[in-house]
């Protein structure tokens, strides 16, 4: 007798039901899931023992350098160099609190030069501590701001930035 080669049947899962028990699981991990709350809450480490203090943090002097045109003057051809307009007239108002200096940026040699009395005024401060800043108003160049910052710079000021304000007209 010969015995029969018997056929194997390809047996193919139903994975419905798998799919279906996987997304249970799923969704019920997600909805058993504590998040943890951070908002409102900041951790410090200060002293228990203590109340609140009363001390007053002590001030410390800031210096606004404010630039401001005082008057335009008028854009000219510049005499050496005929490609260049310079604006002859211009006067430059300089600033710090109640201390006002005026000068012609494009004139060093003028008397009226605040140079001197800027840097004599800037030596009576704290080089590290205090902080400048520098507020250029609207129609100072580039060239304003150097003449000053190479004032501060040269006082070796540590802390300086610049402002940016604007203005509306």
Do not use: C, H
């Not at 160099?81 to 494009?106: C, H, M, S, T």
Request: charged fraction near 35%.
């Amino acid at each position: 007798m010969a015995k029969k080669k018997k056929k194997f049947e390809e047996i193919k899962p139903d994975m419905t039901p798998m799919i279906d028990v996987t997304f249970l699981l799923l969704i019920f991990f997600i909805v058993t899931l504590k998040f943890k709350v951070l908002e409102g809450r900041l951790d410090a480490a200060l002293p228990k023992d203590r109340g609140t203090s009363t001390s007053e943090a002590p001030e410390v002097d800031k210096l606004d350098i404010l630039l401001m045109v005082a008057d335009p003057g008028e854009l000219v051809q510049d005499k050496d160099n005929k490609r260049l307009k310079v604006y002859e007239g211009r006067r430059i108002r300089v600033e710090i609190g109640a201390q006002k200096w005026y000068y012609d940026p494009f004139n060093i040699e003028d008397t009226s030069n605040p140079i001197p009395a800027l840097t004599k005024f800037l030596k009576t401060f704290d080089k590290v501590e205090t902080p400048v800043s520098i507020d250029a108003r609207k129609g100072i160049v580039y060239g304003d701001v150097v003449v000053i910052l190479d004032v501060v710079v040269r006082e070796k000021f540590e802390k300086v930035s610049f402002a940016g304000t604007f203005e509306q007209d």
